[in-house]
């Protein structure tokens, strides 16, 4: 168990190509002394590793995967953008090699398929392809018997050692025939050359292993997209020059930033300054437009600050001296310096970045099966071989040595793991496709097989189950008038505050020809945590909360203060207009329910689904939205970190808990529920980290891309049962157990086209996915 004498570290590997090869490196770094716990990924191709450095270091536990054949390279914890970038480009150039290889290993293969199937009598067949399959085996599929080979000098084996003993053998022996066919004839048996099926299998290996690659250069994606998040340069204030010209009177009424509450001079100032240098306790300048580099406190300054991206809420927030402000998040008009607390691996962006890399390093439980399968597949079929072929050597003493050949070229053959291979990424592929047509994007087999248990669905409720974007739900006048209209909306213009934006969207909807009747705008003033003031048209008129119209002493129509009221009852913003005397208009602002919320929320709860809400909104909005869509559990005022912890109580109480959302602020939820789903309306981040993504956003979506889940899972389950299946049956026919039964000893050439009908079946098999309904 971890324990404060323990660290974790991260590691590269290299020269892993299947279940096999990680298998084989998490039980090597398990087994080192001073290793708590081992976590190989293969799709990630890393190693996470507990250990006591009392007893064990990193330079150990990379001689200990070097012995069995591997590599091991610390990962960085602040790798250098260059490096980053010279890694990813080094991934694209080998993904690039590998479709060469693969569109190439196709185009010859196809043909001796073609050739050997269906004209093998025609003059000179075989020779060509022996010639078409000879590029494709020791040219294309060279990498197979590399890796093989470095494997053997470590005494292992894994996938590419028996693709490379079946293909190796297959073509040896089909070139045997080709140009000593009288050896055969000479005992009474027709040679045939198999060189279709070395061929087949390294073009339908390889389709895999592209495929793979394809998956896991999606993996980095959303790491590199919270990494963008923060900018890498900064503008450092140095202090001392700020108080030495504040000392001389340097100062001006308005700041060339946008914000007349400070002036900083532009000399001491020092910009393009490297994020990494960024030490707790320097100023740093944000200027509108710019991300918040670093965690830290507002010292000077204010702005609104949008925060979507970590809260989850639609609203900027109101910063300045005092205020908190996170990395990540993004100023809107005003400037302001702030003081940095938390920088590097202290920030919230960075606390949810490594969630991220957690749930990335996750093993897919359908894979489980395999990854036991995978350790004694190989070293057992090459046992079978071999015994079969002694087997007809001592116990058939007249023509034991030929059909034990044949025996064991047919069981190589017949038990190449290309079925295996294309279970699941053909069911995968083809359960994508099915999800894409209906606004449905899975993104891996853990998700696939998690979802067909889950049985609590938390859902986030900004831009998940509501709209995520403030707008006027209603607007109540004592006596409309027009030109009170345009008031609203040209003063609401000048305005910086957030709601002030769903008000003049609300007006411009409606009437797209208000500006142009618009009087100018005069003694325009923001009063702080009350609203606003101006005079247009030689009216004066205030906008704002209740306190506002109270100070003011306006009176307030009480048919207007009831639907205010209510209207607050229901968690709705409310916002007044006002001339000098009464109170001309009320308008409510909230963040709207989705026309499908309600429903779909419904259909989760009749399949016997529990529904739970979090929400960093107050307790009224969650109560009314929980009201509103039949939601029996909700939490309010919930911090990103919160709602993590939060799922993972329902989990301790035993629950399969499935988390849906769209922010940022989510992706810890996400990474620690056991199904993560996004909506595809939300931020880019949410869709990278989520195993589903709900394409367009539709709740209503969610019980289809369960059912889908479920019937893709089921595919794949199939497939391996099929491909587990032919090989249990078709490896001791292979060795000539029918032989004495009824003299039936199967045909190389036979085994080849069984090999490639079990390939067939199990991709026919995902095909029919395509017929489902959900």
Request: hydrophobic share 45%.
């Amino acid at each position: 168990m971890e324990n404060e004498h323990t660290i974790q570290q991260n590691f590269d590997v290299q020269g892993m190509s299947c279940a096999a090869c990680s298998a084989r490196v998490e039980k090597t770094l398990s087994r080192q002394p001073g290793v708590v716990q081992a976590a190989v990924n293969l799709a990630t191709a890393t190693a996470t590793v507990t250990y006591d450095p009392s007893a064990c270091n990193a330079a150990a536990l990379q001689q200990a995967v070097e012995a069995v054949g591997f590599g091991l390279t610390p990962q960085q914890e602040t790798p250098a953008p260059s490096e980053a970038e010279d890694k990813e480009a080094e991934q694209l150039r080998q993904y690039r090699a590998l479709k060469r290889r693969t569109v190439w290993a196709i185009a010859l293969a196809l043909p001796v398929a073609v050739i050997g199937m269906a004209f093998m009598d025609l003059p000179y067949a075989n020779y060509a392809m022996w010639l078409l399959a000879t590029p494709v085996v020791f040219g294309l599929g060279r990498g197979f018997y590399a890796n093989a080979w470095r494997l053997l000098k470590h005494r292992s084996a894994n996938m590419d050692t028996l693709v490379a003993v079946s293909t190796g053998i297959a073509y040896l022996f089909s070139v045997f025939n080709l140009f000593f066919p009288d050896f055969w004839r000479s005992r009474g048996i027709e040679p045939h050359v198999y060189f279709e099926a070395s061929a087949v299998i390294i073009a339908f290996i390889l389709l895999g292993r592209l495929l793979e690659a394809r998956a896991k250069s999606r993996t980095a994606d959303a790491i590199k997209k919270l990494m963008g998040l923060q900018p890498q340069t900064v503008t450092l204030v140095n202090e001392e020059l700020r108080m030495k010209n504040e000392e001389s009177g340097c100062a001006a009424p308005d700041s060339p930033q946008g914000n007349s509450s400070f002036f900083i001079p532009h000399s001491s100032l020092k910009e393009s300054y490297p994020l990494e240098k960024v030490t707790v306790g320097n100023l740093l300048l944000v200027k509108p437009g710019e991300r918040v580099p670093v965690d830290g406190t507002v010292v000077s300054g204010e702005s609104y600050v949008d925060e979507s991206m970590l809260s989850g809420e639609p609203l900027a927030v109101g910063k300045r001296a005092g205020d908190r402000v996170l990395a990540g998040t993004i100023n809107q008009k005003g400037s302001f310096v702030f003081r940095a607390e938390q920088v590097g691996h202290d920030t919230l962006l960075a606390h949810i970045i490594c969630a991220v890399q957690d749930a990335q390093g996750s093993k897919a439980p359908v894979q489980k099966l395999a990854d036991r399968i995978a350790g004694i597949f190989v070293p057992t079929i090459m046992a079978i071989a071999l015994l079969s072929f002694l087997g007809w050597v001592l116990l058939a003493p007249t023509d034991g040595f030929t059909h034990g050949l044949l025996a064991l070229v047919t069981v190589l053959i017949i038990a190449c793991p290309c079925a295996l291979g294309l279970a699941t990424p053909t069911a995968i592929m083809v359960g994508i496709g099915k999800g894409a047509e209906q606004g449905i994007l899975i993104k891996d087999a853990e998700s696939l097989e998690r979802a067909r248990r889950v049985d609590t669905v938390v859902l986030d409720k900004t831009g998940t189950v509501t709209e995520g974007c403030p707008q006027v739900t209603i607007l109540r006048w004592r006596h409309e008038d027009e030109r009170h209209a345009a008031a609203f909306h040209a003063l609401e213009k000048r305005s910086e505050h957030p709601l002030a934006e769903a008000i003049v969207r609300y007006w411009e909807n409606i009437f797209p020809q208000l500006e142009k009747n618009i009087s100018p705008t005069e003694e325009f003033e923001s009063l702080t945590g009350r609203g606003i003031r101006g005079r247009v048209g030689g009216t004066r008129y205030y906008i704002g909360n209740r306190r506002l119209l109270e100070e003011q002493r306006i009176t307030i129509d009480p048919q207007l203060a009831q639907e205010a009221n209510r209207l607050e009852a229901e968690a709705q913003t409310v916002i007044w207009l006002a001339d000098e005397h009464e109170a001309l208009a009320v308008a409510a602002i909230a963040d709207r329910v989705k026309p499908t919320s309600a429903q779909a929320i419904h259909r989760l709860q009749r399949q016997g689904i529990d529904v739970h809400l979090l929400t960093g909104d107050n307790e009224a909005t969650a109560r009314a939205i929980a009201a509103q869509t039949g939601i029996r559990h909700y939490r309010a005022n919930v911090l990103p970190q919160e709602k993590a912890a939060y799922i993972s109580r329902l989990q301790q109480e035993g629950k399969t808990v499935a988390m849906v959302g769209d922010g940022i602020n989510d992706s810890a939820a996400l990474a620690q529920a056991d199904l993560s789903i996004a909506m595809g309306t939300g931020s880019d981040i949410a869709m990278d980290v989520a195993g589903i993504t709900l394409l367009k956003g539709d709740l209503g979506k969610l019980s289809e891309a369960l059912r889908l889940s479920h019937l893709t899972v089921r595919t794949i389950r199939q497939n391996l049962f099929w491909a587990f299946i032919y090989n249990i049956i078709g490896v001791p026919v292979a060795a000539g157990v029918l032989y004495p039964v009824c003299g039936f000893l199967l045909n190389p050439m036979i085994a080849g086209a069984a090999m490639a009908f079990s390939s067939v079946s199990v991709v026919t098999n995902s095909l029919r996915l395509k017929r489902c309904r959900l």
